[in-house]
């Protein structure tokens, strides 16, 4: 059943690139991963992985378009691979003149934030990995129904409805709800929301607020906690406190060259300030990242993250180049400092990998 | 006509032709404020590219971009690789959109002087605000023809170290106030890049440069060609193409 579903899909998509061969892409990531072997001495392990990307996308009168999006990923997390894994994004959007809604499959980002984001309450990211791979893959999409309400220019309400996944008929009271309203009209972009999601013990209430401003540096804030339906479990609410923010330098530097700069903290004011025997959340994480650009094509740069409890962090050292017309060469190496039980532990002293991206 | 009446009359002249000049010779400042206002429009929609050439090939970027008044500008990215991708702008603030991750990014402060896609256009350059005697200080040279058209000469020094190059010489038209040529170079005098008009366009009683290179002196065979394919100015605009309903449509 599951392949006639993949061969249907398949055939679905060859004919529809036959129709609109302009509004496809293909975006083809392919990496080789080498770390030293940890049992024998002088040998390194190689790992290949690949990320391909089927893209679809239409636009009909300015007021409608649609996009699909396959994803094709090797190694795959999981055994066995499911339509849904495949489908990476589906949806149709469309515009009304008092607000749009789209329904399908796709993504919300609220907040702000490149790893540490308090606001993004709906699709909350955990990992402190910074290597090549859980870079790509850490942001994922999900089915919904959203709407988009402006208010001004600068301003809009949002509401969404995410169905779960895992769940053949997506059950109502498995579902996430969200709202936000977001206001860029000051200085200062104020945004807060409210969002009520499912886990397998109890509905969890979520509010949240984020800020972000310029002095100098742009700067965001963002705090938010969930509290449970359930009386029982209220030091949970206490627990998943957590504040993000961060600073982000742009700087033009001689010629016609940029270096960018961006710090990030992650405060969970209730979880551990000191260092336990086992790798855990700990209270107080950093992102940092310095990438220097002499222009369009070529960009180097440094990134960490650092878990100041345990004294552990991981480094990755990354350069692109941008060599030809949509093809893009990749190195990173990646190592971490710390010890074996550390949050920041990468099980492996060193692992470097270099890809290639081309889209077509 | 006596002798004495000839000299009072050759006076006169004289002293009228010297006031004449004073009030009609423009200064370097005010040939720059003719250029800035050469580029300046109610509103324009433009499509174009950004073609960069080096020698592993050519890269292009094609765009649309629409501009309203001083400060307010869209700009989406029709090319496969940024397809989608769209940058508003207000006064204050630059808005990223990224369709792949549906993530709205807010930008402040430097942001806005950055270059498109690392071209020598900012952003600040796609939009009406243009006041380049707040970055530059400047000096006529001389006068010159380019493309068989008079230019004053002038040479622009940088006020501060937040613009890409310290010391611009440029080749302004005397007519229509368009910079036929450029050399643009390091606080040092070391020639870095070089700038021409290609092709210009008179739409609506106004020369505009529509096809611009510039060379890269320091990279053999490195330029980068902007086009611009079609350009309408003083338009009437839909009031919400400036928003972010539109940003992140």
Redesign the interface.
């Known amino acids: 059943m599951q392949k006639k579903l993949l061969a249907t899909l398949l055939l679905i998509i060859g004919f529809s690139v036959q129709i609109h061969p302009a509004e496809s ?1 293909v975006d083809m990531n392919m990496f080789l991963s080498m770390q030293p072997d940890a049992s024998a001495p002088r040998t390194w392990l190689f790992v290949p992985s690949a990320l391909i990307t089927l893209n679809l ?1 239409e636009t009909v009168r300015e007021n409608l ?1 649609g996009e699909m999006s396959l994803r094709f990923n090797y190694p795959g997390s999981t055994p066995t691979i499911t339509v849904n894994d495949l489908l990476d994004k589906v949806y149709v ?1 469309a ?1 009304f003149p008092h607000f ?1 809604f789209t329904l399908g499959k ?4 609220w907040g ?1 934030g490149v790893l540490f984001n308090a606001a993004d309450v709906l699709f909350p990211v955990r990992t402190v990995s910074i290597d090549a791979l859980s870079f790509q893959q850490a ?1 994922s999409n999900a089915w919904q129904a959203s709407s ?1 309400i ?1 208010i001004s ?4 309400i949002e509401t969404a409805a995410l169905f779960n996944q895992q769940a053949p008929l997506f059950p109502l009271e498995q579902t996430d709800f969200g709202l936000r309203f ?1 206001s ?1 009209e000051h ?1 200062v ?1 104020f945004e807060t929301g409210y969002a009520n999601r499912y886990t397998a013990q109890f509905r969890l209430h979520i509010p949240y607020i984020a800020l ?3 002095i ?3 700067w965001y804030l963002a705090a938010s906690c969930e509290l449970p339906e359930s009386n029982a479990v209220l030091n949970h609410g206490k627990t998943s406190l957590q504040i993000s923010g961060g600073l ?5 530097v ?3 060259g ?1 270096l960018s700069i961006r710090i990030e903290t992650m405060v969970r004011p209730w979880l551990s300030w000191k260092e336990q025997s086992t790798a855990q959340q700990y209270a107080l994480l950093l992102y940092s990242e310095i990438s220097y ?1 002499p ?3 070529f960009s180097i740069g440094l990134r960490s993250v650092v878990s100041p409890i345990d004294l552990s962090a991981m480094i990755a050292l990354h350069g692109t180049w ?5 093809f893009t060469l990749m190195a990173i190496g990646t190592t971490a400092i710390g010890e074996p039980h550390d949050l920041c532990s990468l099980g492996y002293p060193l692992m470097l990998t270099f890809g290639a991206t081309w ?2 | 006509m006596s002798r004495t009446n000839k000299k009072q009359v050759i006076m006169v002249f004289m002293i009228v032709l010297f006031f004449s000049n004073l009030i009609h010779a423009m200064t370097a400042e005010d040939i720059i404020r003719a250029m800035d206002q050469n580029e300046n429009y109610a509103t324009s929609y433009m499509t174009g590219s950004i073609a960069t050439t080096d020698r592993f090939g050519e890269k292009i970027t094609t765009f649309k971009a629409w501009s309203q008044g001083a400060y307010d500008s869209l700009i989406e990215f029709t090319s496969l690789a940024e397809r989608g991708q769209k940058i508003l702008r207000n006064k204050g603030e630059l808005y990223l959109y990224y369709p792949d991750a549906e993530e709205l990014i807010r930008l402040q402060g430097a942001a806005l002087r950055q270059s498109v896609l690392g071209s020598d256009l900012s952003y600040e350059d796609m939009t009406g605000e243009k006041n380049t005697l707040d970055m530059y200080t400047v000096s006529f040279d001389n006068e010159d023809i380019v493309h068989n058209q008079a230019c004053y000469v002038l040479t622009l020094t940088a006020k501060s170290r937040t613009v890409a190059y310290p010391v611009q010489k440029i080749w302004v038209d005397k007519e229509t106030y368009i910079v036929h040529k450029g050399q643009y170079s390091s606080a040092t005098g070391r020639l870095l890049k070089e700038f021409e008009v290609l092709e210009t366009k008179v739409i609506d009683n106004r020369t505009i440069p529509v096809k611009t290179k510039i060379s890269d002196i320091l990279k053999k065979d490195s330029y980068t060609v902007m086009a611009i394919e079609e350009l309408q100015i003083d338009i009437p605009l839909d009031a919400n193409i400036f928003t972010l309903q539109s940003l992140m449509w």
């Open positions: 892409a996308t378009r959007k515009r749009q796709t993504r919300l980002s702000d942001k988009l402006p220019s600068f301003s809009f977001y860029g200085s972009k972000q401003g310029n100098g540096a742009d982000y330098w742009l700087l033009p001689p010629y016609n940029t650009s222009g369009n094509d941008n060599v030809l017309q949509n889209k077509y």
